[in-house]
């Protein structure tokens, strides 16, 4: 009861470390409204189902009143609620500090999301009442209690609508066990060495050396895409290839050593275009004010969201099928920085827990527009690496005009004392990348710490770029490409923290 920290940080001292609590001596974790929401238990009925208890182990078999930061940390791993760990490891948030935890702190701790907020609660509230010990039964994905067979059968299904045409059964059997076996999923699709490889040699080799796309045509069909395959690598020359010469081999040195000297990854949220015409964006507008008044509307409105991860793009669709691909989009409107580094997290780590998502969407979810769509899929990517969705200034303007009145013109606004001192109008639309770059050369100039002090601006501004950019990868128009683009060509970045 003397710890500075508790007193500091929480209105409530925390039951003595050398005395069992009891519901009576701890304040309520839940109000009474909030556990009726939960069917008058106190526990979130989706966790009923794993609610069994059986003799806990190492540290869960301790008194929670003693758990330290780490084993608070691990707890919240075994609740998957392991977004929240660096939130508990910056305020030290140790076992007897978990009983004088309520809504409103959580909220002011950063966890703004109340089904979160109240999901933790009633975890908490479902230790107490065992009497300090964690002992349930870890939850399980789904995916995980199916057989690889199952899974494949799945997939196998929505391949099958997706492809015209007869197929040879082995092919389709092959490209099914690729989506749900993390190992195959890991070696063609997400593969780090052979994706660092081909971006550092693209430029030096293309010219005596040709390089597969790694991508299908759009005649080619879904069968027979192999995106960063070995095999789509094996005109790459390498040292031990007889007729590479000495320059190709320095170059493949080069690319590995700043390969293994990468540490970070960069995040960024795609936002798309998915009503082609005018007369469904008209729709779109009309309907979208009504959209964004349900509390289950979509977060960004009637467009398409994606995830870019490093090299590779992560979307869920009609298809029902997450399939990682290289970087384009034909429809994008804006790509957002999340301004979040993944630096703490190993690559393989990464991964890792990126085909976790894949396979499980893959094997046991259908495309739903309520529950299992564009924007889920993103949020469960984010949850999986703990991430939010977190944004502000111009950009979270931004985003709100998408989701509240549909529209998507790459329309910015300059700050007042740079449009009087260049004399630009109140509101500028881009229709090509040469525009935005012409426009960012002029408050470059009048403001050469444009960046620094119109921070959010200038984000805005990169996120128009990286979408113009998108949408040459695809269309290869050259009117959405720029000779002088000020935030860079994202192809020339390696998987290193400047990555795209």
């Not at 509390?295 to 298809?319: Q, R, V």
């Not at 989009?329 to 703490?344: F, G, R």
Request: charged share 25%.
């Amino acid at each position: 009861q003397n710890d500075p920290l508790l007193a500091a940080t929480f209105p409530h001292s925390p039951p003595s470390p050398h005395t069992t609590p009891s519901l009576t001596t701890v304040p309520p974790l839940l109000s009474q409204q909030e556990i009726l929401m939960f069917g008058g238990s106190g526990t979130p009925t989706h966790h009923r189902s794993r609610s069994s208890m059986s003799n806990g182990t190492g540290i869960f078999a301790r008194e929670c009143l003693e758990w330290t930061n780490n084993e608070v940390c691990s707890f919240l791993n075994e609740i998957n609620l392991s977004q929240f760990i660096p939130i508990f490891q910056n305020n030290n948030i140790h076992g007897k500090h978990l009983y004088v935890l309520s809504n409103d702190i959580l909220k002011e701790m950063g966890i703004y999301s109340l089904s979160h907020r109240l999901d933790l609660l009633a975890e908490i509230e479902l230790v107490h009442r065992n009497n300090g010990m964690m002992r349930r039964k870890p939850r399980v994905a789904k995916w995980r209690t199916m057989s690889e067979e199952e899974r494949i059968v799945v997939v196998i299904q929505k391949l099958k609508k997706q492809i015209a045409g007869e197929v040879d059964p082995k092919e389709l059997e092959e490209k099914a066990r690729s989506l749900v076996n993390k190992e195959m999923l890991k070696e063609r699709y997400l593969n780090k060495d052979f994706t660092a490889i081909r971006n550092m040699l693209e430029e030096q080799i293309k010219e005596t050396q040709g390089i597969p796309s790694g991508t299908s045509k759009k005649n080619r069909s879904l069968l027979s895409s192999r995106p960063q395959s070995e095999d789509d690598y094996s005109s790459v020359p390498t040292p031990s290839k007889p007729g590479s010469s000495i320059k190709d081999a320095s170059i493949m040195h080069i690319a590995m050593d700043q390969y293994k000297l990468r540490e970070n990854i960069k995040i960024k949220l795609v936002i798309g275009e998915i009503a082609h015409g005018q007369g469904r964006k008209m729709l779109r507008q009309f309907t979208a004010p009504l959209i964004s008044t349900f509390d289950k509307g979509p977060t960004f409105g009637m467009f398409h969201s994606a995830i870019i991860l490093g090299p590779w793009y992560l979307e869920w669709n009609s298809s029902s099928l997450a399939i990682p691909r290289k970087c384009y989009s034909s429809s994008a409107v804006i790509a957002v920085d999340l301004d979040n580094y993944i630096s703490k997290m190993r690559i393989d780590d990464v991964i890792e827990k990126i085909s976790d998502v894949i396979i499980e969407w893959n094997s046991t979810k259908t495309y739903d527009q309520s529950n299992a769509n564009c924007q889920t899929f993103v949020d469960d990517i984010m949850r999986s690496l703990g991430l939010e969705l977190k944004f502000g200034g111009v950009m979270q303007r931004c985003l709100e005009k998408l989701r509240t009145k549909g529209k998507c013109t790459l329309s910015y606004r300059p700050p007042k004392k740079l449009r009087e001192q260049l004399s630009l109008p109140e509101k500028v639309t881009f229709k090509t990348h040469q525009e935005l770059d012409d426009l960012c050369d002029k408050l470059l100039k009048a403001e050469p710490l444009f960046n620094e002090k119109y921070r959010d601006d200038y984000f805005l501004l990169k996120s128009f770029d990286r979408a113009f950019w998108l949408r040459s990868y695809k269309s290869h128009d050259v009117t959405f490409m720029s000779k002088s683009c000020h935030f860079g060509d994202p192809r020339n970045r390696s998987l290193m923290k400047d990555w795209f």
